[in-house]
């Protein structure tokens, strides 16, 4: 009898890969495809960028391109590419309990052990947690368990939440309602009722004559001057990511949080804290709440969480509030994946490696100043008007004067085209408009640091260029 091992089986995936061109591949995804956040007439013009594969920090096209992922996917990789032991946690849960659900009184050891795992990192007055597969999803989430709150403590009619102009908490209906972009709010009819929205913290776009600490406070304060108009007994909550995202990566003065704290002190309003960018390790910290010192109510979080390897989020809830939903009969609301078991075990393994491997210390001490310093140094270049960051995230404003902080007159194109050269000279930078980010995998080394900014400048200079045509 042979023992000899049997060739792998190729997946259907694979044979299309060996058996089509890029242009093949291209026409075909266009035909059937409609991609997010995208003209989809104009992309079938262009052709879609197609990565085959990835490793630590870089991802492969189908032409054999290496690209160094600036955004580590969607502000999500953070233990980087390509770690078997994710691969190996979903397979081994796959064969012991592919999907089951957390409906009907019941539960799995995935779940048990994240929920455990989650209350142990998180801010010491947290021990629950709703389990969603999305920051969107963490969202809605927000909305229905905030009402649900106060609806239970025999307060209902406290039921706007206000958020920030700008500010990005998902694509769903309440997500983008609770989110702060207006060419969002154009398709769909949005904000749904009871969203308002307070000016951000944007001291280089805002700011004008204003200090940025003379801004922070102002910013800050129209959070008191929307309470006192709305009536403190109709504000729910208040919502914000601890740096705003994909907004363009807007690090708030340091007067701001602060002053938010004060005044959220002041009122009997619940502070949500959208941790879903910033968690995990983003800003050298834990979580965006630790580095700024706060301490929320609800608290959504997703993309690092399993690194992105597996869709899965949740809403970490306080105590006080947890006692209170807890005591208001069935809260109608959850997801079919909710605490998905595969997705619990991958991202069960995410945390144990970045605890084990001591990656957000790291990133703290290490690499997060060295990203830090070196994006400094591309301030003196003549297009950017101001760099900024924390940790793992930064971003950098292209401008046509540096003294004025004046935007060019089509504004998005300088943006789009910086971006259109990142991709053709091997990097991912995102473009918010002509607000250049990053936001790279933790575990990305200085050499790599080097790497990045070096090919950002290059792109700055043929930005430059360009404009100057």
Same mark, same amino acid.
Request: include cysteine.
């Given at each position: 009898?042979?023992?000899?091992?049997?060739?792998?089986?190729?997946?259907?995936?694979?044979?299309?890969?060996?058996?089509?061109?890029?242009?093949?591949?291209?026409?075909?995804?266009?035909?059937?495809?409609?991609?997010?956040?995208?003209?989809?007439?104009?992309?079938?013009?262009?052709?879609?960028?197609?990565?085959?594969?990835?490793?630590?920090?870089?991802?492969?096209?189908?032409?054999?391109?290496?690209?160094?992922?600036?955004?580590?996917?969607?502000?999500?990789?953070?233990?980087?590419?390509?770690?078997?032991?994710?691969?190996?946690?979903?397979?081994?849960?796959?064969?012991?309990?592919?999907?089951?659900?957390?409906?009907?009184?019941?539960?799995?050891?995935?779940?048990?052990?994240?929920?455990?795992?989650?209350?142990?990192?998180?801010?010491?007055?947290?021990?629950?947690?709703?389990?969603?597969?999305?920051?969107?999803?963490?969202?809605?989430?927000?909305?229905?368990?905030?009402?649900?709150?106060?609806?239970?403590?025999?307060?209902?009619?406290?039921?706007?939440?206000?958020?920030?102009?700008?500010?990005?908490?998902?694509?769903?209906?309440?997500?983008?309602? !609770?989110?702060? *972009?207006?060419?969002?709010?154009?398709? %769909?009819? /949005? @904000? =749904?009722? +009871?969203?308002?929205?307070?000016?951000?913290?944007?001291?280089?776009?805002?700011?004008?004559?204003?200090?940025?600490?003379?801004?922070?406070?102002?910013?800050?304060?129209?959070?008191?001057?929307?309470?006192?108009?709305?009536?403190?007994?109709?504000?729910?909550?208040?919502?914000?990511?601890?740096?705003?995202?994909?907004?363009?990566?807007?690090?708030?003065?340091?007067?701001?949080?602060?002053?938010?704290?004060?005044?959220?002190?002041?009122?009997?309003?619940?502070?949500?804290?959208?941790?879903?960018?910033?968690?995990?390790?983003?800003?050298?910290?834990?979580?965006?709440?630790?580095?700024?010192?706060?301490?929320?109510? !609800?608290?959504? *979080?997703?993309?690092?969480?399993?690194? %992105?390897? /597996? @869709? =899965?989020? +949740?809403?970490?809830?306080?105590?006080?509030?947890?006692?209170?939903?807890?005591?208001?009969?069935?809260?109608?609301h959850g997801f079919t994946y909710s605490g998905h078991p595969t997705a619990a075990a991958?991202?069960?393994?995410?945390?144990?490696?970045?605890?084990?491997?001591?990656?957000?210390?790291?990133?703290?001490?290490?690499?997060?100043?060295?990203?830090?310093?070196?994006?400094?140094?591309?301030?003196?270049?003549?297009?950017?008007?101001?760099?900024?960051?924390?940790?793992?995230?930064?971003?950098?404003?292209?401008?046509?004067?540096?003294?004025?902080?004046?935007?060019?007159?089509?504004?998005?194109?300088?943006?789009?085209?910086?971006?259109?050269?990142?991709?053709?000279?091997?990097?991912?930078?995102?473009?918010?408009?002509?607000?250049?980010?990053?936001?790279?995998?933790?575990?990305?080394?200085?050499?790599?640091?080097?790497?990045?900014?070096?090919?950002?400048?290059?792109?700055?200079?043929?930005?430059?260029?360009?404009?100057?045509?």
């Amino acid at each position: 009898m042979s023992h000899a091992i049997a060739e792998p089986v190729k997946s259907a995936v694979t044979i299309q890969k060996a058996e089509q061109t890029t242009t093949q591949r291209q026409e075909k995804n266009h035909k059937h495809h409609l991609h997010p956040f995208a003209d989809n007439g104009a992309l079938k013009e262009e052709g879609a960028r197609i990565i085959e594969k990835a490793d630590g920090v870089y991802l492969y096209d189908s032409d054999q391109n290496k690209i160094l992922d600036g955004m580590a996917g969607l502000w999500c990789v953070n233990v980087g590419y390509g770690r078997h032991e994710l691969v190996e946690a979903a397979c081994n849960q796959m064969k012991e309990l592919p999907y089951y659900n957390t409906f009907f009184k019941t539960t799995h050891n995935p779940a048990i052990q994240l929920a455990e795992k989650l209350a142990e990192i998180t801010p010491e007055h947290m021990h629950h947690v709703f389990f969603t597969g999305s920051g969107s999803e963490c969202n809605d989430t927000v909305l229905r368990m905030v009402r649900h709150y106060w609806a239970t403590k025999g307060q209902p009619e406290k039921q706007v939440i206000i958020s920030r102009e700008n500010a990005y908490h998902g694509s769903t209906v309440a997500g983008a309602s !609770l989110g702060g *972009m207006k060419p969002m709010h154009k398709q %769909g009819g /949005l @904000p =749904i009722p +009871g969203i308002v929205h307070i000016q951000q913290p944007y001291w280089y776009g805002e700011g004008g004559d204003l200090t940025p600490e003379e801004f922070g406070l102002k910013a800050a304060q129209a959070l008191e001057e929307k309470i006192l108009e709305l009536g403190e007994d109709k504000v729910a909550a208040f919502i914000a990511e601890p740096i705003q995202g994909a907004g363009g990566v807007i690090v708030p003065p340091t007067t701001y949080w602060p002053e938010i704290k004060r005044i959220l002190n002041k009122y009997d309003i619940l502070l949500v804290v959208d941790e879903v960018i910033c968690g995990f390790g983003r800003t050298g910290e834990w979580f965006g709440s630790d580095y700024y010192d706060l301490r929320p109510d !609800l608290m959504p *979080m997703a993309k690092g969480m399993s690194s %992105g390897y /597996l @869709p =899965i989020g +949740g809403v970490m809830v306080s105590d006080r509030v947890a006692e209170i939903v807890q005591s208001g009969g069935d809260f109608n609301h959850g997801f079919t994946y909710s605490g998905h078991p595969t997705a619990a075990a991958v991202a069960l393994e995410n945390i144990r490696i970045l605890q084990d491997e001591k990656i957000i210390e790291k990133a703290k001490a290490e690499t997060g100043p060295y990203l830090q310093k070196r994006w400094a140094e591309l301030a003196e270049h003549p297009l950017v008007g101001e760099t900024r960051g924390v940790g793992m995230v930064a971003a950098l404003e292209l401008t046509n004067n540096k003294e004025a902080r004046t935007r060019f007159d089509d504004e998005g194109t300088a943006g789009t085209v910086c971006r259109d050269f990142c991709f053709k000279n091997g990097l991912v930078m995102r473009a918010v408009g002509d607000t250049m980010i990053i936001s790279p995998p933790l575990i990305i080394s200085h050499t790599e640091i080097d790497e990045l900014v070096t090919k950002a400048r290059k792109c700055l200079d043929l930005t430059l260029e360009y404009l100057n045509s």
